[in-house]
């Protein structure tokens, strides 16, 4: 059971114009998302995160955007440069469970064409 | 450079055998949680430590066992290999919610080979 989800496993996208990665959760208890960035024999590093009692944070090229009631969140990246090129992973969070273990989706793959 | 260390990078083993991961947070951190990514199922939840207890088990084999020290360091215990524990074995490590943070912080993993 995917409990978060990652549907497009890859993305290719032109140096300069808008990248879109989606993510979609089941489980309505999460409400804490957070997008990590993935180069291949590193570990993940984190990018951005968003409350639920919010439906948008900014920080410079990176926006990630809730819709609650949709269950699905998305990460805007803007302008795409070649260095962005990577796998990107949404993850989620039930806070008041006494333990913020995460639960990751299967990662989307970006590629920033020069 | 995300502030965890984890050692050793790479290890190669036979099956049957048991080996020691270990994973040093980042300076003030007390939580640590460990992951595991196999090529089919992605990134997965293990176990997290706070402060040196167990705070929760997720998809954790029997043959797995953990703990974490009172330097807070931690170590992945592995017995009793198969082929399939062959995997990237990472941990994170956080604040613990203060001011709303929940962000982990990864380290750059352990790959095992299990032959």
């Known amino acids: 059971d995917q409990q978060v989800k990652q549907n497009s496993p890859s993305l290719s996208v032109q140096e300069g114009r808008i990248s879109i990665l989606n993510c979609d959760y089941t489980?309505?208890?999460?409400?804490?998302f957070l997008w990590y960035k993935k180069y291949p024999a590193e570990g993940p590093t984190f990018l951005i995160s968003?409350?639920?009692?919010?439906d948008k944070n900014e920080d410079g090229r990176f926006t990630v955007f809730l819709n609650k009631s949709a269950k699905h969140l998305s990460l805007h990246i803007v302008p795409s440069q070649p260095g962005d090129s990577a796998v990107y992973f949404c993850?989620?969070?039930?806070?008041?469970?006494?333990?913020?273990?995460?639960?990751f989706g299967k990662g989307t793959k970006l590629s920033v064409i020069p | 450079d995300s502030g965890v260390t984890q050692t050793p990078k790479h290890l190669i083993t036979a099956t049957g055998q048991r080996v020691t991961l270990r994973c040093s947070p980042r300076?003030?951190?007390?939580?640590v949680y460990w992951y595991q990514q196999s090529l089919d199922q992605g990134l997965q939840f293990l176990i997290h430590?706070?402060?040196?207890?167990?705070?929760a088990k997720g998809n954790i084999l029997e043959r797995f066992s953990a703990q974490q020290f009172p330097d807070l360091h931690s170590e992945l215990n592995l017995s009793s290999l198969e082929l399939g524990d062959s995997a990237l074995y990472f941990c994170?490590?956080?604040?613990?919610?203060?001011?709303?943070?929940?962000?982990?912080?990864f380290g750059p993993g352990t790959r095992l080979t299990v032959t």
């Open positions: 489980n309505s208890m999460f409400d804490y």
């Open positions: 430590y706070y402060n040196g207890e167990e705070r």
């Open positions: 993850a989620a969070s039930d806070t008041g469970a006494g333990s913020y273990q995460l639960t």
């Open positions: 300076s003030g951190d007390l939580s």
């Open positions: 968003i409350s639920s009692i919010k």
């Open positions: 994170a490590s956080s604040v613990e919610g203060l001011a709303g943070d929940y962000e982990q912080y």
